[in-house]
């Protein structure tokens, strides 16, 4: 069901402060993807580590799924646009994530997890986000939750926007997840053709939108599909308005910075060399997950 917004607009706009096209790769037993945020921008965009955005009606480009790995330090949201995984992991978990679905895991100390297709044949999309932990929670216990579509918060705009709230709030509408420390906002828009759309952000938030269908505009400039745009961090900017000559979907995501020492070697980040050579030696001796 979806709930009427009261929009608020936004006095300012923020603006684009470059585009990035994202690098084609492969993970796990080979799955075909477009790392969109790269290891490079995480101080920039503190506190997203990664966003991986993988799309294919291939299957050889993703039927071997993402097989046994560990994590430690940070959380992964999973939102399946189209398609079906099962998760299975090392604290007892277990969920099928599917069409327009959230998967929320934290690691914490440890995890040893798997993600796998459940279909041979038709279309898998969808993106996996990596939000760090503050230091204090590094070493937290695991925690996991499944939010199936029809679980997640949706509104609608005087406009016709769609908005899904994975996290944090939008025109007052609370998300499916919240998060004290890096306070993060994550948005799914489906804006027709000649709508806009204003969202209130922190001024000290980092924040960026993906672009994967269709085009939009933010304060004049384009931005096309599969390419990410930076927020301008503008301190007399209260927000984004996102503005779309064509029908477009859209991930607006934005949070707190955690102004912390990022030292990540794979699946694990920490905050410090020593923690993550402990990191390693735990999943080596069979102490980790």
């Not at 993703?62 to 399946?80: D, K, N, Q």
């Not at 304060?219 to 990410?228: D, E, K, L, T, V």
């Amino acid at each position: 069901m979806s709930t009427p917004l009261t929009e608020s607009p936004v006095s300012r706009s923020r603006t684009v402060e470059r585009l990035v096209l994202g690098q084609a790769t492969s993970d796990g037993a080979g799955v075909r993807l477009r790392r969109v945020l790269t290891p490079d921008l995480q101080q920039r965009l503190d506190p997203f580590l990664m966003l991986d955005a993988f799309g294919s009606d291939r299957p050889e480009d993703y039927i071997a799924g993402f097989p046994e790995h560990p994590h430690r330090g940070f959380e992964t949201v999973t939102y399946m646009v189209a398609g079906r995984m099962l998760h299975r992991d090392s604290a007892g978990h277990e969920g099928l994530l599917q069409n327009g679905g959230v998967q929320w895991m934290t690691a914490g100390r440890g995890v040893i997890h798997s993600e796998i297709p459940q279909q041979e044949e038709g279309l898998m999309e969808g993106f996996q986000l990596w939000l760090n932990l503050h230091s204090s929670e590094k070493m937290m216990a695991p925690w996991y939750r499944d939010f199936a579509a029809d679980e997640l918060p949706r509104g609608q705009t005087a406009q016709g926007v769609k908005v899904t709230v994975i996290a944090g709030s939008s025109q007052g509408l609370l998300g499916a997840v919240s998060r004290p420390l890096t306070e993060p906002l994550y948005l799914d828009l489906q804006l027709p053709a000649g709508a806009r759309f204003d969202q209130a952000l922190p001024a000290a938030h980092n924040a960026f939108v993906y672009v994967y269908r269709g085009e939009v505009a933010v304060a004049g400039r384009p931005i096309p599909a599969q390419r990410m745009a930076i927020l301008a961090n503008e301190p007399t900017a209260d927000g984004v308005v996102i503005e779309a000559s064509q029908e477009a979907r859209v991930l607006l995501i934005a949070g707190r910075p955690l102004r912390e020492p990022i030292a990540q070697y794979g699946p694990f980040v920490m905050n410090s060399r020593e923690e993550i050579l402990q990191a390693m030696a735990d999943f080596r001796d069979g102490r980790l997950g």
